[in-house]
């Protein structure tokens, strides 16, 4: 299993030269690679390949770029440039967002997501492949061939309902995750990633496992920070249905919380999972959690 970073929000007033800072730290640390969501701030494809560009080696990935407010030739074309930029290192995640996000904040329909995603792969995929794209869908159409450079990234999707990984499993690469436990890991998104990939002929699909981490010896104390800091995710559908499957109530109960040895036991849990890569978020007692994880590199 790959151990990952997520890189913090940059507040600062040099926002790129921070990121870039952040994504220099992961490298020299030994990380495998360096992740980057795309919420309200920077834009994720941008900054990366602008603040990556100086720290050679890491992979760096989006988790994740949402599809609706940009066509998905439009995204391959931005992926690929910034793929040029970082030399081949780009993972690009995509995922659906969020009903309240889709139509309240940006007025597009949310109607029949699975279909919307479906039909965006068959786009942006081939696309990102530098082949010629004619797709005549019912809500996304393309005729176009892009002679951009960086063509070949690997493509991720957000993918917690069945269907989403199915595509997951028998289109793209694979699938990354947020705010979702060891259990609803082994018992649902492995087996349903899985079976997809192998009935399409594909390779074993990665599994990339984003969870917030804090090393402590006041667990109770963690879980409480946890469920305050990333309390929004326990209100979201989606994320809000993981937790559900997982048997908990919120956030901080699948945060990978406790002492060194206690979190490397739910580490080692996750990996016989069936997680590829690991993504750690530190939200708390940073220096102790990277000391321990950097005894996984």
């Known amino acids: 299993m790959r151990i990952g970073l997520f890189l913090n929000e ?11 800072d952040g994504i220099a730290e992961a490298s020299d640390a030994g ?3 360096a992740w980057m969501s795309h919420i309200f701030g920077l834009d994720a494809l941008t900054a990366l390949a602008v603040a990556g560009a100086r720290t050679p080696g890491i992979e760096l990935g989006t988790a994740v770029v949402p599809t609706y407010p940009r066509h998905p030739a439009a995204l391959a074309q931005q992926a690929m440039t910034a793929n040029a930029a970082l030399g081949g290192r780009l993972t690009l995640g995509i995922g659906l967002s969020h ?32 082949e010629h794209v004619h797709v005549e869908g019912e809500t996304l159409k ?7 450079p960086g063509a070949g990234m690997p493509v991720l999707i957000a993918a917690l309902a069945p269907r989403m990984l199915k595509l997951a499993g028998s289109r793209a690469d694979g699938t990354v ?19 997809a990939a192998e009935e399409a002929g594909r390779p074993r699909p990665r599994v990339v496992c984003a969870l917030p981490v804090c090393v402590t010896d006041d667990t109770e104390a963690a879980r409480a920070r946890a469920d305050e800091v990333f309390s929004m995710y326990g209100q979201l559908p989606s994320y809000r249905a ?15 919380v ?16 069936g997680v590829t890569d690991f993504v750690a978020s530190p939200y708390s007692k940073r220096e102790r959690t990277l000391a321990l994880l950097g005894r996984l590199l």
């Open 99 to 130: 009903q309240v996000v889709i139509e309240n904040m940006f007025g597009y329909s949310f109607e029949r997501p699975a279909r919307h995603m479906a039909e965006y792969l068959d786009i942006l995929l081939p696309a990102t492949r530098g």
């Open 31 to 33: 990380f495998a690679s």
């Open 242 to 256: 993981m937790l559900d499957k997982e048997g908990v109530s919120g956030p901080g109960e699948v945060a990978v």
């Open 258 to 273: 406790g002492d060194e040895d206690s979190v490397l036991a739910q580490l080692e849990e996750l990996r016989r999972a």
């Open 10 to 20: 940059p507040t600062g007033p040099d926002p790129i030269k921070e990121l870039g």
């Open 177 to 195: 995750l947020w705010m979702t436990g060891p259990r609803t890991v082994t018992e649902h998104v492995v087996p349903a990633i899985t079976a």
């Open 142 to 148: 393309a005729d176009i061939r892009l002679s951009t």
